[in-house]
Structures are given as C-alpha cells and as structure tokens.
C-alpha cells in the first residue's frame, strides 16, 4: 500500500466518524427539509466516488433518480448527467425538472457502453430481480468506466423504508400495522414496490461479475473501517445498511464516452 491513502485514512478517522454522524442525524430531517438532507447526502456520494474518478467532462446515468439531487450534484463537478427514472411523479417531486428519461432501468433506451458512469442510488432494493437490473443498468458504462451502485438492505434498521422497524416482523404484516396506524398504505409496499435485497446476493452479482472488476464494497453510511462487516454472513445484513458498490468495466478504456443525449 502506497503511503498517501493510509496516511489520509490515519488521520481522517475522527472525520469519517464525524461524517457517519452527521449522515444519520441528517436522516431525521428527510421529512422536514428534503432538499438540503438530500444535497448533502448527494455530494457525499460524490465525495465516495472521487476515490475512484473525476466527474468533470463525464457523462453519468443517473438510474431512480428521481428528482435529481445526485444529478445536480453531479453536474455542479463538471459531469452530463441524465435521470432515468420510472415514475414521472418522483422526476417532478420538490418542484424539479431534471434532465431526464421515464422509463425502467431494465428496459432503459441506451446502448451498451453508451455513458462512462453509471450510477444508483437506492433503486434496487425496489426491483424483484436485484442482479438482472444491475446487469442491466451495468451495461451501459462503456470499457473503462465505473458502475456504482447503492443500496438498502432488507435486514437493515431502515430495510422496511417507513414501515420500519416492523418489517423485522415480516414485510407485508409491516405494511398492514402501517396502513391501521396511517389509514393509507405505504408508499413502498413490500413484494410490490420493495423487495428483500440482501447484501449477500448483491457482494455475490459484484462478484460473480465477468465483465466488472470490483473495485469497493463497503457499508454507505458508515466509516470506511466497517468494511469488515460485509465479510460476515448475517451479521453484514443487520448493520451495513446500505451497501455501496464501485465496479469497473473491464475492456479496452476510452477516455469519455460519447452520450447519445449529448452535444
Ligand atoms: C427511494 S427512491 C431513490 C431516489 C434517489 N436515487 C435517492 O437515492 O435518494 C427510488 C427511485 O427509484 C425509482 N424506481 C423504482 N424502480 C425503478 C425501476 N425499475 N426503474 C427505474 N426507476 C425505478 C422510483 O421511481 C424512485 O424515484
């Protein structure tokens, strides 16, 4: 290891503390002020990805979007990002107006190796089949580029999105105590909109991956030390939280691709 990244992570370890801290407090304002929990949780996203590239002059599909924070946040460090996502509702929510697509992001309109990032960012714990739409969104990053993807974990504290904690008791008992307590049922229903995405089977789709080196696993929120956690069966489904993925095309890199939406 060369000395430059053990000697920032020596002495960053108060600040990733910090920052863990500050990402979970910032959690309990999601309902109260929206846009600045999620400017601030999509330029930390940034921050996690400048380990690995720039944005600058990139071109970044940005899958569940929705009303384009990361997108924003992208944009404000040089990259053309699009939003894919598949609910126009979520694309037009906070008043926002990204550049965007409506569609599936297994049935997203873009070639194979069309951008240099893909990105995702807590869409696939809302697909049944958590490998094959990442496969799919994967196979728009052209050789050379990155993939990144995030995810909630079914077992996590926050696995049953605002039925939490009670999806511990089973995801569509939780949903019926949400819909007595609230008198409307959940946004996120469970086997309909949300599905139980373990960290198992999506460390086991990085992995397995012939076509994508893995270059980070880690827990999101959570100091980079934690990375531990994900090498323990169980115990990694509890308190990752939300897995986060870095994966590099293998294949002959090009410098940027050029993105069918550009100019
Ligand atoms: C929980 S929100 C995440 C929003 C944002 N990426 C974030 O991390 O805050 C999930 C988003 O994924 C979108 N979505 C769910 N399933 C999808 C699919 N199969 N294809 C495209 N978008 C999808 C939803 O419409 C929603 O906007």
């Known amino acids: 290891m060369t000395k430059g990244p053990l000697a920032t992570r020596r002495a960053g ?6 920052r863990s801290v500050r990402l979970f ?22 921050t996690l990805m400048s380990r690995h590239t720039t ?6 599909i940005d899958f569940g979007g929705g009303p ?18 598949a609910d126009h509702a979520e694309i037009t929510s906070h008043r926002r107006h990204p550049l965007s697509v409506q569609a599936l992001a297994e049935a997203a309109p873009f070639g194979e190796g069309s ?11 809302h697909v049944p089949d958590l ?10 990053v052209r050789p050379g580029g990155l993939v ?20 511990y008791f089973g995801g569509h008992r939780a949903a019926r105590r949400y819909a007595r307590k609230h008198g409307k049922a959940p946004k996120n229903v469970f086997g309909e909109s949300m599905y139980a995405a373990s960290v198992a089977e999506g460390l086991r789709w990085a992995r397995q991956s012939t076509t994508l080196e893995l270059l980070e696993a880690r827990p999101r929120y959570l100091p980079p030390w934690s990375r531990f956690l994900l090498r323990v069966p169980v115990v990694r489904e509890f308190l990752t939280w939300n897995l986060w ?5 293998v294949g002959n890199d090009r410098d940027t691709a050029e993105p069918k939406w550009g100019n």
């Open 68 to 85: 384009g924070f990361y997108s924003e946040a992208f944009a404000r460090h040089g990259a053309r990002s699009v939003v894919v996502d």
């Open 25 to 46: 407090r910032s959690f309990l304002t999601e309902q109260t002020d929206p846009v600045g929990f999620y400017s601030l949780i999509a330029e930390d996203a940034v």
């Open 115 to 125: 951008v240099d990032i893909v990105f995702s960012s807590n869409l696939l714990e």
């Open 131 to 140: 490998p094959a739409v990442a496969d799919r969104m994967a196979s728009a």
């Open 148 to 167: 990144v993807l995030s995810y909630t974990a079914w077992l996590g504290p926050w696995g049953g999105h605002e039925t939490s904690p009670w999806h």
């Open 245 to 249: 993925l870095v994966l590099r095309r």
């Open 55 to 60: 944005l600058a002059g990139k071109s970044v």
């Open 13 to 18: 370890s108060g600040d990733d503390l910090r």
